[in-house]
C-alpha cells in the first residue's frame, strides 16, 4: 500500500498562474483534507472533505478551492496564486475509528 | 486561550536523558488524543495514540489527565534519531476536524 502520495513534490509559479494539487489515499478512508504549513506557524486546515461528495471550508480557504473526485483523491486548486501562497502543502486522510491521520510526503510552492 | 498549546521549545537535551513534554487542550469535550513526529521537511506522522488509562511503546510514554486537560509525552534513553518536532493532536468529540498543536521541537546531542 502506498498511503496518501500527492503530486507535484515541488512546484514554482509566477503570479497569477494557476495549478491543480493531487492527492490519492488506498487505505479506503471516508475523510480526506488539506493543510498548509508555514514557518512558525504550524499545520492550518485550508479544506476538508468527511466523505466522498462533501467539502467544507477550513481555517484558510481564501484563494483555494478543492474537488473530492471519489473516495480515493481529493484535489486542491489555485485559481491565481499569489506570493502568499507559497508554502508546503500537505494532504491527509483520516481513520474511521479514531481519526487518526495519515499524511502525504507534501508539495513545494514557491510563488514568484 | 488557543485551543492546543505546547511549548515549542527546543528542549536541548544529551543521549540517554529523560525528556517530557505537555501539551494543555481547552476543549473537555475532546475525545481522542495523538502524538505526532514530524522531521524537518517531512509530513507529520503518527506516533502514538493517547488512551485514557496511559499507554506505553518501548522508550515513549503518553498520558491523559481529564482533569487538568493536558497529554503529556515522556521519552527515556533518548537517541540522536528522536531529534524532531513533535505535535500534539486533539479531537473533538463528534468532529472530523482534529487541532493541531505547533509542536515542540527536540534536539538530542551526542
Known amino acids: 500500500n502506498a498511503g496518501v502520495t500527492q503530486t507535484p513534490k515541488f512546484q514554482v509559479l509566477k503570479t497569477g498562474q494557476s495549478m491543480t494539487l493531487q492527492c490519492a489515499q488506498d487505505?479506503?478512508?471516508?475523510?480526506m483534507y488539506w493543510y498548509r504549513q508555514d514557518p512558525g506557524m504550524g499545520l492550518r486546515l485550508i479544506y476538508y472533505?468527511?466523505?466522498?461528495?462533501?467539502?467544507d471550508k477550513g481555517e484558510v480557504p481564501n484563494g483555494y478551492n478543492v474537488s473530492r473526485l471519489n473516495k480515493r483523491e481529493f484535489s486542491l486548486r489555485l485559481e491565481s496564486a499569489a506570493p502568499s501562497q507559497t508554502s508546503v502543502y500537505f494532504c491527509?486522510?483520516?481513520?474511521?475509528?479514531?481519526?487518526?491521520?495519515?499524511f502525504g510526503p507534501g508539495t513545494r510552492l514557491t510563488v514568484l | 486561550r488557543k485551543e492546543v498549546e505546547q511549548d515549542p521549545g527546543p528542549f536541548n537535551v544529551p543521549e540517554g536523558a529523560t525528556v517530557a513534554f505537555n501539551c494543555t487542550y481547552s476543549?473537555?469535550?475532546?475525545?481522542?488524543f495523538f502524538w505526532y513526529r514530524q522531521d524537518c521537511r517531512k509530513e507529520p506522522k503518527l506516533l502514538m495514540s493517547?488512551?485514557?488509562s496511559g499507554n506505553e511503546d518501548g522508550r515513549f510514554t503518553a498520558q491523559l489527565n481529564r482533569a487538568s486537560q493536558y497529554i503529556s509525552l515522556l521519552i527515556r534513553d533518548s537517541k540522536l534519531s528522536d531529534s524532531a518536532t513533535y505535535l500534539c493532536?486533539?479531537?473533538?468529540?463528534?468532529?472530523?476536524?482534529?487541532?493541531f498543536g505547533r509542536g515542540t521541537s527536540l534536539i538530542v546531542h551526542p
Open positions: 491527509a486522510s483520516g481513520s474511521p475509528s479514531y481519526n487518526e491521520q495519515f
Open positions: 487505505m479506503n478512508h471516508n475523510s
Open positions: 472533505s468527511a466523505s466522498e461528495g462533501t467539502t
Open positions: 476543549n473537555s469535550a475532546s475525545q481522542s
Open positions: 493517547v488512551y485514557s
Open positions: 493532536v486533539v479531537n473533538p468529540g463528534g468532529s472530523y476536524i482534529p487541532t
